[in-house]
């Protein structure tokens, strides 16, 4: 790892102010992804400020059919609040797959999007929910807010603050597993909202996670997996890599979509 | 140089660091604590597993200066006058290591399992776990007996959570 500067400010002003001023500055938040990045010298900032100790990016409130989730909010806090699992059970879910319990109890929702990693679970839930992603500047949909494989909407020293996620009235996701690293081979977030159903797939895209338009109509006709008998993604645009070509990525978007119907339709 | 003050096993402590330095490293090379080992140092294996503010997690993937302010209990702070924590012992009586490399990241998930998830722990609920813990002798065999065993007896036992 090349040496750093560490910053540790207490209030997201303070971090704003920091990055302002820092040359050549990245955010840890978790630090689950940016640490092993950093120790293969794959990034190597010459200072790094640490959100960890700002209160104001925590925590969990649901207000009418909203519910929104500080930025560093933890893993492991989504999975023990009854908030989320009463409002979105199918957050609480899809968390349970994120990583191992260790990764879990560090990593955070706001450095996940931020990363948008093409494997993450956050990014097809915030698709697929129509989630808000909050920063300390603006508000930006998430349908405006991933850009591509590690890329986003945020400008230098943006912070996120929050994601804000209305209620959806059924929602599930299903994720073929990476045995080893436990990302999402192929993970698909389907939500039934008042005006319509989204669908939205991570770890198959070679642009990252995206939307899928003509399922979104035939299960907005019919919410039943059935409807999307007939329905395929372009193998052209799937990743492949020694793990799954990508017709067998592309493969598994049906199948894993036709399992998250049938499982939010079952809860 | 940055200052990071924490508790480690119960015992204050304060040191000046460059940034850069893992906690695991700080463990092992500041504090000369040993038992925390490095397999992976990718946030694989699990055998850096410490308990931080009572969670486990991957202290190969912590900085040192993340853990000021904060508590940390390592493989050396759970045994108390001598005796072995009811989870160390239960390794030791259904022989749940070989080489003993992953043992004392297995011990501290293994506890931080039962704190989360009670002592009654089935096979299926201790394997899936586990799963950010890599054994590459035992075919794990042993350490789900083990753990499960450990579960049991940390209820009898008053509980010695002697740092945490």
Redesign the interface.
């Known amino acids: 790892m090349y040496a750093f500067e560490y910053h540790r400010p207490t209030s997201v002003s303070e971090a704003a102010k920091l990055a302002g001023q820092a040359d050549d500055m990245k955010f840890i938040a978790g630090g689950h992804t940016l640490l092993p990045t950093m120790k293969m010298r794959l990034a190597g900032p010459a200072n790094l400020i640490d959100l960890g100790q700002i209160a104001e990016l925590r925590g969990i409130t649901r207000s009418g059919d909203t519910l929104t989730i500080g930025a560093m909010t933890r893993y492991v806090e989504v999975l023990n609040s009854a908030e989320v699992r009463d409002a979105i059970p199918a957050l609480v879910e899809m968390t349970e797959l994120v990583g191992d319990p260790h990764v879990r109890h560090r990593g955070t929702i706001g450095g996940s999007i931020a990363n948008n990693d093409p494997s993450a679970d956050y990014p097809a839930a915030c698709l697929a929910l129509n989630a808000t992603i909050v920063t300390d500047r603006r508000k930006i949909a998430a349908d405006d807010f991933f850009q591509g494989i590690f890329t986003t909407a945020l400008d230098e020293g943006e912070i996120i603050t929050q994601v804000s996620f209305p209620i959806p009235s059924q929602a599930a996701y299903a994720k073929f597993r990476h045995p080893a690293s436990r990302y999402a081979l192929v993970g698909v977030f389907v939500a039934k909202h008042t005006d319509g159903v989204r669908v939205a797939v991570t770890g198959a895209g070679s642009n990252g996670v995206f939307r899928v338009a003509e399922m979104e109509d035939a299960l907005s006709r019919n919410f039943a997996a059935d409807a999307l008998n007939g329905i395929s993604v372009a193998e052209d645009e799937m990743n492949g890599d020694i793990h799954a070509d990508a017709a067998y990525r592309a493969h598994l978007v049906g199948v894993m979509a036709r399992r998250a119907v049938q499982a939010a339709t079952l809860g | 140089m940055?200052t990071v003050s924490l508790t480690v096993n119960g015992q204050s402590v304060t040191a000046d660091v460059?940034?850069?330095t893992?906690l695991v490293q700080f463990l092992r090379d500041n504090l000369r604590l040993t038992g925390t080992h490095v397999g992976c140092?990718?946030?694989?294996c699990?055998a850096c597993?410490v308990h931080?503010n009572g969670?486990?997690?991957?202290s190969c993937?912590?900085?040192a200066?993340?853990a000021?302010a904060n508590i940390v209990t390592t493989i050396e702070g759970i045994s108390q006058g001598g005796e072995l924590h009811p989870m160390q012992a239960a390794f030791r009586e259904h022989h749940g290591l070989q080489c003993g490399y992953c043992t004392p990241g297995m011990i501290m998930?293994a506890i931080?399992?039962v704190n989360?998830k009670g002592n009654a722990l089935d096979e299926q609920t201790i394997r899936t776990?586990l799963?950010?813990n890599l054994c590459r002798c035992t075919g794990y065999h042993n350490i789900v007996k083990a753990v499960a065993a450990g579960a049991q007896a940390m209820a009898q036992t008053p509980l010695r959570q002697a740092a945490e």
Do not use: C, F, H, W
């Open positions: 940055t460059d940034p850069r893992l140092d990718t946030s694989q699990g597993v931080l969670q486990a997690v991957k993937t912590v900085l200066v993340q000021n998930a931080d399992i989360r776990e799963e950010g």
